[in-house]
């Protein structure tokens, strides 16, 4: 049923988007996905490799537009700035690779979405806690490049739509582990709101509406079930791969039903905002 709404509504939303491009008739408007993992609909295989995918968020929303993804894997703040992680023709980075292929199509585009962050704090929840030095320097981070990145997309696309989007919390699949576990999953909350405070604080400054993935996994829902999960727990059981035993799991890639959580709140906001 979501996959068959979202359908309707992807297709709804590319007949709004169309209308703001110069050129909304032939061909197709463009619809350019940049960010990390998330933006490329990376999921992990039978034997727990990950790869790109067309089961993202992105492909949700592409009917009736000209899909391009440059989105990378592993990708932080830093590195799409500066590159060093996915290799680009005539391009350091992934951000120059959005300025060149945005200056060539120029008013053309007509929807951008944006995803990143999350690779620059991945690592600071461990089996022992939160490393609270790591977040500062992930949070720091964002704070630094993100109005970088957003300053010079604007610059080249003045005309499209932007969309960035909040994180979810993987973390919260610790809840399952035993009482160490719950205080790790409880602790993990806020500091994934503080990180989206970082996220939402920069896109506003820059006129973006952020697609609110945090609600849409239910992050801040400890609200438990029949079986005594909390809700926000049984979500990202159900919607990532972060509950699969090995070798697919734990992964904090969503599955096809997460992807479409995605594409959801970013639907949300086109319909909304514009």
């Known amino acids: 049923m979501l996959k068959k709404w979202l359908l309707a509504s992807a297709s709804a939303a590319a007949l709004v988007l169309a209308t703001g ?15 990390d993992s998330l933006s490329v609909g990376f999921q992990p295989d039978a034997q727990g490799v990950g790869h790109p995918t067309a089961q993202g968020f992105d492909h949700d929303l592409a009917h009736g537009l000209r899909l391009t993804e440059l989105g990378c894997p592993a990708e932080t703040t830093t590195s799409m700035i500066g590159g060093g992680v996915c290799t680009y023709p005539g391009a350091k980075s992934q951000l120059d690779a959005a300025v060149n292929f945005l200056t ?22 461990t089996a022992t806690g939160i490393d609270m030095t790591c977040l500062a320097q992930g949070v720091g981070a964002i704070q630094a490049n993100l109005p970088v990145i957003l300053d010079r997309l604007k610059a080249v696309a003045p005309y499209a739509k ?40 920069a896109y506003g400054q820059h006129n973006v509406p952020v697609a609110d993935v945090e609600s849409a996994f239910h992050t ?3 609200t438990p079930g029949a079986d005594g999960i909390p809700l926000n727990v049984a979500t990202i059981c159900h919607d990532t791969f972060m509950c699969q035993p090995p070798p697919v799991g734990p992964n904090i890639h969503p599955n096809p039903a997460g992807y479409c959580l995605m594409a959801g709140a970013v639907l949300d906001k086109l319909v909304t905002r514009w």
């Open 104 to 125: 060539a199509h120029r008013n053309r585009v007509a929807l951008i979405t944006i995803v990143i962050g999350a690779t620059d704090v991945e690592n600071c929840a």
């Open 220 to 222: 801040t829902d400890f």
């Open 21 to 35: 491009t110069a050129a909304s008739a032939s061909p197709a408007p463009i619809y350019l996905s940049l960010g």
């Open 162 to 201: 932007f969309v960035g989007l909040n994180l979810y919390d993987p973390f919260l699949a610790a809840f399952l582990q035993g009482d160490a576990g719950q205080q790790l999953a409880r602790q993990s909350v806020p500091l994934t709101q503080q990180v989206n405070g970082i996220l939402a604080a």
